[in-house]
C-alpha cells in the first residue's frame, strides 16, 4: 500500500503543477498553450502629395486699359470669370461686352499653357493631335484643352470636369521627375526637405512648395515665381478654339460622325 500512496501523492504533485504552469500562462483557454501572437500590423502608406489648383491669370496689364496692374489691382467676376483690372471704373466696360473680354482672356490663358499640355491625342475621339490640322483649342474652368477638331468640342463641354481632370492628372505625372519639380520655387531649396511636399498645380505648371510659409507666399502671388516653360513656340490665336480652322465648330474636320454629336 505504501508505494501505491507514493504514486498516488506523486501523480497529485504533477497535477498541481501543471495547473499552476498553466495559470502562469494566464487566461489563454485554461489550456496552458503559448499565447497565439497577432499578425504584424502593416505600415501605412507614405501619403501622397496633395494637390491644390490654383487658376493661373496670365496678364500682368488691366485687359480693359492696358494699365499694368499693381498691388492695388482689383478681382473682379463677370460672366463667372475671374478678371483683374487697374480699378474699379474699368468693370463697367468689361460688362458690357463680356463676350469679347473672356475671348481675349481665353487666347492668354491658351497662350500661357500650351508649353505645358501633357496629352498627345483628343481626349473626346482618341485621335492624335495635329493629324487633322490644328488642333482645336479651348478653355475649360480655366484650363486649356486641346482636341483634334471643332466636332468635339460639345462632348468636351458636356464631359469638362471629366476632360479637365484628365488633362491636369496627365500635367501633373509628366512633370512630377522634372528638375524644376525637385526645388521649391520660392526658397528655391530641395521641396522635400521638410517631407511630402505640397504640389500645386498653377494653370497646367506644376510646382512642389516645402512648408506652409512657402506655400502661403506663392498663394498671394503665384506668378512671382512662376518659371518660364519650355516647349513648344505659341502659334498666333484665332479666336477661342478655332485655332487656325477657320470654320464653325459643328463643321467638324473629315471627323465622320463627332460633329454635332
Known sequence: MSNVR?????LTAICLFSSLLAAQHGGHGGQGKDPVKEPAKEQPAKPAAKL???????????????ETLGDDAV???????RFRL?????????TKDADGYVKK???????????DYPLTTCPISGEELGGMGDPFELVLDGTLVRLCCGGCEKKARKKAAEVVAKVRNEARAKQAGSEEAKTCPVCRKDAARNGTPQEVLLGLH??????KDC????????????????GPASRPDKGEG????????????????HGGS
Not at 52 to 66: D, F, M, N, Q, T
Not at 206 to 211: D, I, Y
Open 52 to 66: 491644390e489648383v490654383i487658376a493661373s491669370y496670365p496678364l500682368k496689364e488691366c485687359i480693359v486699359s492696358g
Open 206 to 211: 506644376l510646382v512642389r512648395l516645402c512648408s
Open 105 to 115: 482672356l481665353d487666347e492668354a490663358i491658351r497662350a500661357s499653357q500650351r508649353a
Open 242 to 257: 478655332h485655332g487656325d480652322h477657320g470654320k464653325d465648330p459643328g463643321e467638324g474636320r473629315g471627323h465622320g460622325g
Open 75 to 81: 478681382d473682379v467676376e463677370v460672366a463667372g470669370r
Open 86 to 94: 487697374c480699378c474699379k471704373d474699368c468693370k463697367a466696360k468689361l
Open 215 to 230: 506655400l502661403e507666399a506663392f498663394r498671394k502671388d503665384p506668378m512671382k515665381y512662376r518659371q518660364p516653360a519650355k
Open 6 to 10: 507514493r504514486v498516488s501523492k506523486a
